[in-house]
């Protein structure tokens, strides 16, 4: 994980009891290019312990969190099916230029150019492409935003050769002025390290990729869990007024709890972290958003789709 991270006090919740909820529609009988470019989401939920009693007791809205859980962030994969009958080119393009782009990395003549098929061990069958990734800013800046998409990856590149994606900003400053060409650059490998951090490697034009027959992204998302893990152990900690968990690098241990004199109300700082909407959120970084497009398109964390693409988790 990242060194620059938020310290793990300043979480809103216990990371741990955050749940990833997928889902597909589509109509009985697919129409344009519903069956070649399928659309996935996945919602990340924060839950109430029912174990852990309110202050002052809880109420109905407490119970709706226990069932139901509270929208945190999403992220938003695409997969683009072979041996549909239909141009895979032609159905990302008609979805976006974001998807268009990199699908025109990949392929040639329709079928996997000879670079893709050089680089990825298997290079048949289906391939997703990680679009967004987005945390809402109180979970940003934890390193959240990988461990997620790396959860999805594993459940949705089930049969597939390979993960796509292109780092990209989503969310801008108010001043788009300050968005130079430097600045855009150094987002965009931050995003990109963050990608890298769960088996996705540089392929071309700015596109990654993700060898899914390769036991290296297997291994990554144990390390990821286990980050979240000590992210988890270090946050209850600090609820518990203890300061005896050791956390690997990356994960920074919550101050000593002040005493009963000194306490004042909590309160959750709302300071943002980079999203890797993203084009993907919730990476790890405080201020950009990260994208991620394409077949899967790592990572553009942004709350709202964009067609300028300077770029998205």
């Known amino acids: 994980m990242s060194p620059a991270r938020r310290p793990a006090f300043e979480l809103p919740g216990d990371p741990a009891l955050l749940r990833l909820t997928y889902t597909h ?18 919602s990340v939920r924060a839950f109430h312990d029912e174990k852990e009693a309110c202050d002052g007791g809880c109420t109905e809205a407490c119970e709706q969190l226990i069932e ?13 099916r072979d041996y549909t009958g239909e141009d895979r080119w032609t159905a990302a393009d008609a979805e976006s230029g974001d998807l268009e782009s990199i699908v025109a990395v990949v392929l040639e003549g329709g079928e996997y150019s000879d670079a893709f098929e050089e680089v990825i061990e298997c290079p048949v069958g ?10 809402s800013r109180p979970w940003r800046g934890f390193g959240l935003g990988p461990v997620f998409a790396a959860e999805a990856v594993r459940r949705l590149s089930g049969g597939c050769c390979a993960v796509a994606a292109e780092p990209g900003m989503a969310e801008w400053p108010e001043d788009r002025d300050e968005v130079t060409e430097t600045y855009r650059a150094a987002a965009k490998g931050k995003i990109a390290a963050l990608w890298e951090s769960i088996g996705f490697h540089a392929f071309q034009d700015g596109v990654q990729l993700l060898d899914t027959s390769l036991r290296e992204p297997a291994d990554l998302l144990r390390q990821r869990r286990g980050d979240l893990q000590e992210l988890s152990a270090a946050y209850q900690a600090h609820r518990d007024g203890r300061t005896t968990v050791k956390p690997r690098p990356g994960v920074l241990l919550p101050a000593p709890a002040p005493s009963p004199a000194q306490h004042e109300p909590a309160h959750q700082p709302d300071r943002g972290s980079q999203t890797v909407e ?9 201020d950009q958003p990260c994208r991620v497009q394409a ?19």
Do not use: K, M
């Open 25 to 42: 529609e589509h109509p009985a009988v697919p129409y344009d290019y519903e069956d070649t470019l399928e659309n996935w989401h996945v």
């Open 68 to 80: 139901d859980g509270s929208e945190v962030g999403w992220l938003r994969l695409w997969r683009l």
């Open 126 to 135: 289906d391939l997703p492409i990680l679009d967004r990734v987005f945390l």
């Open 278 to 286: 993203e084009r993907g959120d919730g990476s790890g970084s405080n």
């Open 295 to 313: 077949e899967l398109r790592v990572v553009r964390l942004e709350p709202q789709r964009s067609n300028d693409r300077p770029d998205d988790g």
